[in-house]
């Protein structure tokens, strides 16, 4: 169980991309905030390339908001789920699931906010 505040690290090898180091978990609105005011990002996330921020997608499926399986259920290394893996200055640093992203998105009423 992860500390009320705390941020969840990917377990070694669960890296939605397959490269198997571990990076920081996102998993809900607040920890998207967080992210956003540690890279010095404005937390609507506008013009993130100004603070070298960037993101590409890795996996296969767009699956279930708030469900991240071990990458040993995935093909090849990689989880299944379709996710968003943040970049800064060419360092990944943190991972979400797309379809948790996309439900963060909906509004301050949906299931992750």
């Known amino acids: 169980m992860v500390a009320a505040g705390a941020t969840r690290p990917l377990a070694t090898g669960a890296r939605c991309d397959g490269e198997g180091d571990d990076m920081r978990r996102i998993d809900n609105a607040r920890e998207l905030r967080e992210l956003a005011d540690e890279l010095g990002v404005r937390r609507d996330w506008h013009e993130p390339d100004e603070q070298l921020v960037t993101a590409r997608v890795a996996g296969v499926d767009l699956d279930n908001a708030g469900f991240w399986p071990p990458s040993e259920v995935g093909i090849h290394g990689y989880t299944g789920e379709l996710c968003v893996i943040i970049s800064q200055d060419s360092t ?19 299931p992750l906010a």
């Open 92 to 110: 990944d640093v943190a991972a979400g699931s797309l379809a948790s992203l996309l439900a963060m998105a909906s509004g301050p009423d949906g």
